[in-house]
């Protein structure tokens, strides 16, 4: 195939409004800056061919099925095999029922980022479906599964769980490893588009580690073989995946492909540390 010409980025209507800094936004500025073309549309009807590079960005856990079957038809598209980012779909770390582990364990929403992405679709649908919404918003968490990636609740082991939870699909349990250090707790994050990567190790009081809770964070120098290993098995060109050493092995727990940054983070310049991935775009556009 001809290499491709132009990069076209799928969005849903509600994404990329000021709070939401997305590092393909940075992405794209540095490719035009190289002469690449980039548009962004909320609409993808038919298949492009091989002169496009089409790079789905939709903030949600699946792709819809509609999206998903123009895309399979598509010449070039990021992420071709990451339809489904559930942690059904990609937890090694799940388990089922109370007597089957018996460690520390993590309750979490089976759609990514605790359903948030969904809930601001439905937003801006409005209609019945939101009226539902609002509705389990005003049931116990164990019920509605509206539970906050910040907020996800840990146990010392699956038989104090809330029967509730095991019962409810949306929910899911988790073997809870942490990496620690002294007091605090670690999170790792590898971040790639193609050959173009990097990692770094955040550090919080926290042990979910969300950002307004580090304290420090650093540029890490290697990628461990066992979560690349992961990438592959997955089918991902473009994301962020946060996992941990616990022992001397990788635990991967979340991954993501549309992921933000922040402008004031503490491993130094994030948008010079996200412009480290523009150059994995070339083999992508058939530029080898």
């Given at each position: ?76 598209v990021v992420n071709r095999a990451v339809v489904d980012i ?46 539902k919404l609002k509705a389990m918003l005003r049931l116990d ?148």
């Amino acid at each position: 195939m001809v290499p491709a010409a132009r990069i076209l980025v799928v969005r849903a209507r509600h994404e990329f409004s000021e709070e939401n800094r997305y590092v393909v936004h940075v992405l794209a500025d540095e490719w035009r800056r190289r002469g690449i073309a980039v548009d962004f549309t909320d609409r993808l009807a038919e298949p492009m061919g091989p002169d496009v590079l089409v790079f789905p960005h939709l903030d949600v856990t699946l792709t819809p099925p509609r999206l998903a079957a123009v895309l399979s038809r598509c010449a070039r598209v990021v992420n071709r095999a990451v339809v489904d980012i559930s942690k059904r779909r990609i937890s090694r770390q799940l388990v089922a029922s109370p007597g089957d582990y018996h460690g520390q364990v993590i309750v979490k929403t089976n759609l990514n980022f605790g359903g948030r992405p969904e809930f601001r679709l439905m937003e801006a649908g409005g209609g019945e479906p939101l009226e539902k919404l609002k509705a389990m918003l005003r049931l116990d968490w164990t019920v509605s599964a509206m539970v906050t990636p910040e907020k996800y609740p840990i146990y010392p082991n699956p038989r104090a769980v809330p029967p509730a939870v095991w019962k409810n699909p949306r929910l899911v349990v988790e073997k809870f490893l942490p990496e620690r250090e002294g007091d605090l707790y670690c999170l790792r994050q590898y971040v790639f588009l193609g050959s173009s990567e990097f990692n770094t190790r955040a550090l919080s009081p926290d042990p979910r580690v969300k950002s307004g809770e580090v304290v420090s964070r650093e540029v890490l120098d290697s990628t461990p073989a066992a979560v690349r290993a992961f990438r592959e098995e997955l089918g991902f060109d473009y994301g962020k995946f946060d996992y941990v050493m616990h022992g001397d092995q990788p635990v991967v727990f979340d991954v993501n492909r549309t992921f933000s940054y922040n402008p004031d983070s503490k491993a130094g310049s994030a948008s010079a540390l996200m412009l480290k991935l523009a150059d994995g775009i070339d083999p992508l556009l058939g530029r080898e």
